[in-house]
């Protein structure tokens, strides 16, 4: 808005007029909260407020993003549905994995020279992402000359494709490759919550500026109507191809930093229904919505984990929660694993029925076996259970440690 036209405005005009913020102080604004939640992570981290097991969740969370949105790039903005996502990251997890096995990242990192073996890790990081891109682009040359659900049937089986190779390459090769179905195993562990949020970072900058750039504006004319870009002269095959391809790339580094956090890979972790999962994640998130993206991915990560300890608990561990607070399966596994008694190799999961004394239980820990009783409860019965589970704790509660 010109300065002559701010002058004949109202006063009450120009209070409703949105004040315009340039773009430069707009990215300045941004990387100042990014610095802001990642020193804000860093700190929870270093202090212990976010254990090991939830730091390993927000990398699950950081990879989750990138799978989330590189998809976006071909369903939210070109308008395509292609349903082979989990092959990319394949992709890109093995050559990504093969590549860190045959360089001395692992004694590395082992050592403790983390900065030794950066390059190693960022040439895996570019690796993955270019071998990746190369299978988008030959992958999405025919496959883009379709639409719908014929683009979705072709670019299923592609991924389908690229999941039994895997499985099966080591056959024809003659020698040990992926390893097959018994997977491949002995990769470094680089992929630290700093690295994964780098690299989420750097994924929804490069998604931002294309899409803000003429290259995005053609590819969302396309989602539009194809028809009528082609018209007035953009080059639909290429952009449509372009943006496959950028989708792949970004699929392969989040399979490479897959790859360098588990540190072991299997085919089956690619199926079908993998695609579908980050498929779900753009589209409860919104299609064509980065920030979407990003919120759901989070929360579709975060919640089945957070609900996991409720799913894999019995019912009476799960009443225990409800009505007895104060008395919990830890404290009894806890009060238990003090008895002098028990045996050096003691189970790995330990269930504490109702119906069994503290004998019974103490038994079947010296024993080295898990007992398991499930029925439905009556009110009566639920009252007996819990009496009993009263009495047990009163008498565990007496054991030393």
Request: glycine share 10%; net charge positive.
């Amino acid at each position: 808005m010109t300065t002559q036209k701010k002058l004949r405005m109202t006063p009450e005009q120009r209070a409703l007029t949105p004040i315009r913020i340039p773009m430069p102080l707009r990215y300045l604004i941004n990387l100042t909260l990014i610095l802001c939640l990642w020193l804000v992570f860093r700190a929870l981290i270093t202090g212990g407020v976010i254990t090991n097991y939830w730091a390993g969740i927000l990398i699950t969370v950081g990879i989750n993003i990138i799978l989330a949105v590189s998809l976006n790039v071909a369903t939210g903005y070109l308008g395509q549905l292609p349903l082979g996502h989990a092959g990319f990251m394949a992709v890109g997890a093995y050559a990504g994995g093969i590549f860190m096995k045959a360089t001395p990242a692992a004694e590395l990192l082992k050592s403790g020279q983390n900065a030794a073996a950066l390059p190693y890790i960022l040439a895996a990081l570019v690796l993955s992402a270019v071998i990746a891109g190369v299978f988008g682009l030959v992958i999405g040359i025919p496959a883009l000359r379709l639409r719908g659900d014929y683009l979705a049937i072709i670019t299923l089986g592609f991924g389908e494709i690229i999941r039994v190779v895997l499985t099966n390459i080591d056959s024809v090769l003659g020698f040990s490759f992926t390893y097959g179905a018994a997977g491949l195993k002995r990769i470094p562990k680089f992929a630290s919550f700093d690295l994964v949020f780098v690299c989420v970072v750097l994924s929804c900058t490069v998604v931002h500026m294309i899409m803000k750039s003429r290259h995005g504006r053609a590819i969302l004319s396309i989602r539009e109507n194809e028809i009528a870009s082609e018209s007035v002269g953009i080059p639909t095959t290429y952009y449509k191809t372009f943006a496959f391809a950028a989708s792949a790339m970004l699929a392969g580094m989040a399979g490479c930093l897959y790859a360098g956090y588990l540190g072991s890979l299997y085919p089956a972790t690619f199926k079908f229904m993998k695609s579908i999962e980050i498929l779900v994640m753009v589209v409860l998130g919104g299609m064509g919505s980065m920030l979407g993206s990003v919120l759901s991915a989070s929360v579709l990560t975060v919640l089945p984990e957070a609900l996991r300890s409720v799913a894999d608990l019995r019912p009476e561990l799960v009443l225990l929660d409800i009505y007895l607070p104060d008395m919990d399966g830890l404290s009894v596994l806890r009060a238990l694993r003090a008895d002098p008694g028990r045996p050096a190799a003691e189970p790995d999961v330990l269930v504490i029925s109702a119906a069994h004394d503290l004998d019974t239980v103490r038994g079947a820990v010296r024993g080295g076996a898990v007992h398991y009783l499930i029925k439905p409860f009556s009110s009566e019965a639920l009252r007996e259970q819990l009496e009993r589970f009263r009495a047990m704790h009163e008498r565990l509660r007496d054991l030393p440690g």
